[in-house]
């Protein structure tokens, strides 16, 4: 099995394991499943890409050529973006818990749209200095609406920390909003949630904003031109996992705001997603080193070089992985082992079950579907250096971060 045209085993010789990679012609793939099939004759359509799914320098540029907007979470992925040359007018800015100074910082750096995600941020938002930029401005709202995934990453639930429940005061700060000099209000924003595989969610969704539209043209004269529906497409990361037909789905959502739109005679303008796992989530594989084998009573233990500082998610979210022993693809699977980190720490398990062909101390493991919140949820637990990121691209290799060195673990300590 190869990446572009490399083995595995050459890219362990250049750059060394625990290594992320990602091929970038999947990711060009994902964005355009996207860009082709979320579109309409009647509104606009932006696809976001979710930065914190994965964000470096050069993923922002790949991002820019193909003409994407950005989800940022923080300023330090507004920071990245800015550094990478990243117009700051297709950034969308979003946080549950903005200071004063991180809005300015936006501000000054002229990000297009700040998602406003609670009454508090609002106020701080109207209340600001700021006498020459007017941003764009949505208002993110909670539907009280669950759906089928891990309760950390409902995002949606009733008392959830993100968004404002429509209700009168929310509806007086949409009305406050629309009138205000400072900021260009232009509609809604909702997320439900993270890695989302049952499709009927999407168009219930996106039927309850549309009602929510409505319900502002006609009680408050408030005719908001666009709406953003945020992110949440699952993937496919194990063989039982009901795969969502992306195409399909994008259209059918598309035909949904359509219809609502018309039947309720809204004006929309333009209607974003923000999708982050669906680009890149399929893209990355993680390949580790086999160091060590070990029996116990019941079990039988992969080893590997990696840990839960490169895959919090089997830790955080019982998530689940297919795995395969480079130049073994072929061979039946034989083994159940438990693959376990170099953490100290029991919970650091990349995978709880798998059943391969019998591994050796040295093999590759090569883990499936590691490309969104892997590399961006990596830590230096035990003073473990973070991975390299390569990129391939047929052809060309992109060293894309470079592996921390043990300097580079001490590097913000100081000394007595
Ligand atoms: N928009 C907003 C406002 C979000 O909060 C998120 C994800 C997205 C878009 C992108 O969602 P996606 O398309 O990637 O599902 N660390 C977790 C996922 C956390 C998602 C947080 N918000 C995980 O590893 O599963």
Redesign the pocket.
């Known amino acids: 099995m190869r990446i572009g045209n490399y083995t595995f085993e050459k890219l362990k010789e250049k750059y060394g394991t625990p290594l992320y990679l990602y091929d970038e012609t999947i990711i060009i793939n994902n964005l355009n499943t996207y860009k082709t099939n979320f579109k309409s004759d009647l509104f606009q359509t932006e696809i976001?890409y979710?930065g914190?799914?994965f964000l470096t320098k050069y993923m922002t540029q790949l991002i820019k050529r193909h003409n994407l907007a950005l989800?940022c979470?923080s300023i330090g992925e507004v920071y990245t973006a800015v550094k990478a040359g990243f117009d700051p007018e297709k950034i969308v800015f979003?946080g549950n818990n903005k200071t004063e100074a991180e809005l300015i910082f936006a501000l000054n750096n002229r990000v297009g749209t700040i998602?406003i995600d609670n009454l508090f941020e609002a106020e701080l938002l109207l209340n600001l200095q700021s006498e020459t930029y007017r941003p764009k401005a949505m208002l993110?709202v909670n539907l009280a609406y669950d759906v089928n995934t891990?309760k950390?990453?409902k995002?949606s639930i009733e008392d959830s920390k993100?968004g404002v429940s429509v209700n009168e005061k929310s509806i007086q700060m949409i009305k406050r909003l629309s009138e205000s000099k400072k900021v260009n209000f232009i509609g809604l924003?909702s997320?439900i949630?993270?890695?989302?595989l049952e499709e009927d969610y999407f168009y219930n969704h996106a039927k309850i904003m549309l009602k929510i539209y409505h319900d502002l043209k006609i009680n408050q004269q408030i005719d908001l031109p666009q709406l953003n529906l945020?992110?949440?497409?699952?993937i496919k990361y194990i063989e039982s996992d009901q795969e969502l037909d992306l195409p399909v789905v994008l259209k059918k959502l598309i035909k949904t705001v359509e219809e609502e739109s018309l039947k309720y005679n809204l004006n929309l303008e333009k209607v974003l997603v923000?999708?982050?796992?669906?680009?890149v989530?399929n893209a990355g594989y993680t390949l580790y080193t086999i160091d060590q084998i070990k029996k116990t009573k019941h079990l039988n233990y992969l080893f590997i070089d990696g840990s839960m500082n490169d895959n919090?998610?089997t830790a955080?979210?019982q998530?689940k992985y297919e795995a395969i022993i480079v130049g073994k693809e072929n061979e039946t699977p034989t083994t159940n082992y438990k693959v376990a980190g170099n953490a100290c720490e029991t919970g650091d398990i990349i995978i709880e079950d798998i059943k391969l062909p019998t591994a050796f101390p040295n093999d590759l493991l090569l883990v499936k579907n590691t490309g969104?919140?892997?590399y961006?949820?990596a830590s230096n637990y035990n003073r473990f250096p973070i991975p390299a990121v390569v990129f391939v691209n047929d052809n060309e290799l992109k060293l894309v971060v470079r592996r921390q060195t043990l300097a580079d673990l001490i590097r913000y300590d100081q000394s007595s």
Do not use: N
């Not at 949630?193 to 989302?196: C, Y």
């Not at 945020?230 to 699952?234: D, L, M, Y």
């Open positions: 976001v979710a914190k799914a989800d979470v979003h998602i993110r891990h950390y990453i995002t993100f924003h997320h949630g993270s890695q989302i945020g992110g949440g497409f699952g923000e999708p982050g796992r669906s680009i989530g919090i998610r955080l979210y998530a969104a919140y892997h961006s949820m």
